[in-house]
């Protein structure tokens, strides 16, 4: 039996805090985990930048509110989900997550989970599980699945690797080269064609 | 962070078997889980029925197609959705559950797999992992979450027990009794009440 594990931002959706960074111009926070790999590290700098400018939750909500979906994104989920299972495994957190998942008809997400003081100031943040899209991955499989993972990230590659097949989706040259053996995709037929392939296999 | 797994029949839908039993008029098929604990013997049982009356998958699949939900099932899952992550854990199969899944607008289920012949007969199953509710509940902990857990069933009480929380949703007088210590409730907005108070716990 099989389960399809997919990336949110970048997949499905635009990346959160580029988007966030635009709205408010703030360009110190176009860095993501493409330039900082140190998650930790990277959390903590954006923290600070939203405090030292007084944002909060709410004002990055505002901005996901008005995002839109990666073009064709909900008619792949929809047709996804129709024939396989699908979860969404990423990074990002519960709060800015919801107002995406309506928009895509609401798929279980695994995530993480923000922080956030009684004046809407984000204090902190909860990692579900270390190392959380390999080790979602590994619990899946400990539950009778054979999984099939999708993503663009360096922070993909690990559940890739570690599922019966995957894809990097709409990658950066550099992650692909350095991971010729993983197929690498640009379009959601695509993308539904590989996932059928390897369920008949 | 929380996640809730709740059992499909009695729960958010009729029990399958018993509406196929109706609907072709084979009583022997009233039998459940709740009369007959050992399912590998109750399964050998009904696909013996299925077989001797020449009835495949199509037909079952038929009446599921006619089956409603539980009233108030739809808008119940929709509210929950909203606000916590979902999985629906059922002993049914991938190809019984499909045409319920899209009428709860396609929530994640976690369930077990027909084999069937190219003349659709069934000819057996495949059972996902063993004790699939409580192994399943174990690996959505091990992946970092805290479950709650609702079901009727004598098969739900293992993975309620091994939540932080949970519920007999409609369940037997006699199940009840045996499990004095779990809330046992009847309405969706005591389910709903019930779930969102052990999250403020």
New interface residues.
């Given amino acids: 039996?099989f389960i399809t594990c997919l990336d949110l931002e970048g997949v499905l959706a635009p990346e959160i805090w580029i988007e966030f960074a635009a709205a408010r111009n703030l360009p110190e926070l176009n860095i993501t985990t493409r330039d900082e790999p140190d998650y930790d590290k990277l959390m903590k700098f954006r923290l600070d930048v939203l405090k030292k400018n007084n944002l909060g939750l709410k004002e990055i909500q505002e901005t996901i509110a008005e995002m839109d979906l990666l073009p064709g994104a909900k008619d792949f989920l929809?047709e996804l989900?129709?024939f396989t299972?699908?979860?969404i495994i990423s990074d990002t957190f519960?709060q800015f997550a919801?107002p995406l998942m309506?928009k895509l008809?609401?798929?279980?997400?695994?995530c993480?989970?923000l922080i956030v003081g009684p004046d809407g100031i984000i204090t902190g943040y909860?990692m579900?599980?270390h190392d959380?899209k390999v080790?979602?991955v590994k619990?899946?499989q400990?539950?009778?699945?054979d999984t099939i993972a999708a993503g663009d990230s360096y922070n993909d590659v690990g559940m890739i690797k570690e599922s019966k097949g995957g894809f990097l989706f709409r990658s950066t040259e550099g992650i692909k080269k350095e991971n010729p053996d993983i197929p690498a995709i640009e379009t959601y037929d695509e993308l539904l064609a590989g996932i059928k392939s390897i369920m008949n296999e």
Avoid at 105 to 110: E, G, L
Avoid at 142 to 145: C, H, P, V
Wanted: glycine share 4%.
């Fill in positions: 039996m929809d989900r129709s299972q699908v979860i519960t919801n309506d008809a609401w798929p279980t997400i695994m993480n989970e909860r579900r599980i959380s080790s979602t619990a899946l400990a539950m009778g699945y």
